[in-house]
């Protein structure tokens, strides 16, 4: 089993920058793929960014050269640096974390707007 706690969401203006933190509990974060999802009133939940155990990277079209996914496996943590933010990205965020099973955090919203 695997929690996963999101932090680091929350009111920014466009332009602005945000963190977003996903701490995993476990001794085998470093197997699982990890990924950003994101889901807006309304809309389906679309996938953002992934890193996978090996460290290769994914992104959505949307947010190629604003966003950045990370992760630190020494502390069972994985990020989404999001920067020149827009408003069309404001959304629920959700850390996932796929391997043999799949697990969700509970979500942390981050809001872009003046």
């Known amino acids: 089993q695997v929690q996963l706690v999101e932090s680091g969401g929350g009111l920014v203006q466009p332009g602005g920058s945000l963190r977003l933190s996903c701490a995993a509990s476990?001794?085998?974060?470093?197997?699982?793929?990890m990924n950003w999802y994101r889901q807006a009133p309304g809309k389906q939940r679309d996938l953002v960014a992934s890193?996978?155990?090996?460290?290769?990277?994914n992104y959505a079209d949307s947010v190629k050269g604003r966003f950045t996914i990370s992760r630190d496996n020494a502390k069972n943590t994985v990020y989404l640096q999001m920067n020149n933010l827009k408003p069309e990205d404001t959304a629920v965020y959700y850390c996932?974390?796929?391997?043999?099973?799949?697990?969700w955090g509970q979500g942390t919203q981050v809001t872009v707007s003046s």
């Open positions: 890193i996978r155990s090996g460290g290769s990277t």
């Open positions: 996932h974390a796929q391997w043999i099973n799949s697990y």
């Open positions: 476990g001794s085998i974060f470093s197997y699982y793929t």
